[in-house]
């Protein structure tokens, strides 16, 4: 049976700012890497949670046109303790955020960034009477 969500997986153009991103700037670990069959650097793998994962993948060169309302992958959302701390960080940090934080028709606070290849990232502060909290 399904245990949880094990990763999510980008391709990146440029491993070192993604690296810097997500371990520099959200604090996340860098688990290990592992490479390809030629010895090359293939996948470096960053560390979420016990057993989760972000694999960011090297070598993207082609970003897609602009969609509206596109079918398949929208956004990642983290959970965070607070809101105003983390838009706090990604500011000083020199993060823009797309969305200052809010709080949504779910009750939970919320703000929005972009990864250094613009893929979509929801910071969410749980509301105790959400309907998340409750299921």
């Not at 399904?2 to 371990?23: P, T, W």
């Not at 010895?39 to 969609?67: C, D, H, M, S």
């Not at 303790?81 to 934080?101: F, M, N, Q, W």
């Amino acid at each position: 049976m399904i245990k949880r969500i094990g990763h999510l997986a980008f391709d990146v153009a440029d491993m070192e700012q993604s690296l810097h991103f997500y371990c520099g700037i959200l604090g996340f670990k860098h688990a290990f890497s592992i490479e390809s069959d030629q010895g090359n650097p293939w996948i470096e793998y960053i560390k979420v949670t016990e057993g989760q994962f972000i694999e960011l993948f090297y070598g993207a060169q082609n970003k897609p046109g602009r969609v509206e309302h596109p079918i398949g992958f929208s956004h990642l959302c983290l959970e965070v303790d607070s809101i105003e701390k983390i838009a706090d960080h990604l500011r000083a940090s020199g993060v823009v955020l797309d969305v200052e934080p809010m709080q949504g028709k779910d009750h939970n606070w919320q703000c929005w960034a972009k990864d250094p290849d613009g893929n979509r990232i929801e910071f969410m502060e749980l509301h105790p009477h959400s309907p998340q909290m409750k299921a």
